[in-house]
């Protein structure tokens, strides 16, 4: 069975600091992992995922196999940062369901 | 740009009335999903449909659901006897393609009484 699991509900950070929002997977394959986020008032939208090797909006996120981890980092978070996040995992196959985490409430203070 | 719509965006129910729940995806995509996040609770699968039919479905997906894509363009979810317990934001997504990103609709917020 696939979990995904953000220890964390609440997280608050003043403008400027680094944030990093963690995520720990479990799964017997290779996954893909992705980071969606959920701004107030809006949909949920894709950030950024793991084959990608993108920065999104100054957001990084490394696959670690070794701790089955997948932690979203940000070196200086702005008041815009704000939001819920949601790391997910796909499994592939003939299905690319997500399994999702209870999701962070990031709140960037000013 | 191009976005997923769902209707209605909140929905008031007797328990033990059918609803039906309305998404357009994405005109070109192929792949069609629905979750659920019941409230203060995690986003859920429930179902993924592809070439007219269920490619995969949840637990939670019994046999009070079902989903249709009646024309070429909307996806609905039908709760046949809705339960207290089906309140929650529902959620539908699709993609072109398989593994790529997802596109998420704003909700319908479901409220059974």
């Known amino acids: 069975a696939q979990r995904v699991t953000q220890p964390e509900k609440l997280l608050s950070v003043f403008k400027g600091a680094p944030v990093e929002l963690k995520c720990n997977y479990s799964y017997s394959g290779s996954p893909e992992l992705f980071w969606y986020v959920q701004y107030s008032r809006q949909r949920l939208q894709l950030l950024l995922r793991?084959?990608s090797r993108e920065s999104i909006k100054g957001f990084t996120a490394d696959l670690n196999k070794g701790e089955t981890s997948f932690h979203l980092k940000k070196p200086f978070a702005q008041e815009e940062d704000s939001a819920m996040y949601y790391c997910?995992?796909?499994?592939?196959?003939?299905?690319?369901?997500?399994?999702f985490g209870k999701g962070t409430l990031l709140t960037v203070n000013p | 740009e191009p976005e997923v719509t769902q209707t209605p965006s909140h929905q008031v129910t007797q328990m033990g009335q059918e609803v039906i729940l309305r998404c357009v995806p994405i005109s070109n995509h192929l792949y069609f999903y629905w979750y659920r996040q019941i409230l203060g609770q995690k986003v859920e699968f429930l179902v993924s449909?592809?070439?007219?039919?269920?490619?995969?479905k949840s637990e939670i997906f019994d046999d009070q659901f079902s989903v249709e894509r009646p024309d070429g363009s909307n996806f609905t979810l039908k709760i046949r006897s809705t339960k207290l317990e089906d309140s929650a934001m529902y959620f539908c997504?699709?993609?072109?393609?398989?593994?790529?990103?997802?596109?998420f609709g704003p909700g319908t917020r479901l409220t059974v009484l």
């Open positions: 997504a699709s993609n072109y393609h398989q593994g790529g990103e997802q596109f």
């Open positions: 997910a995992l796909s499994s592939g196959g003939s299905n690319y369901k997500l399994t």
């Open positions: 793991h084959i």
């Open positions: 449909f592809y070439n007219n039919e269920i490619s995969e």
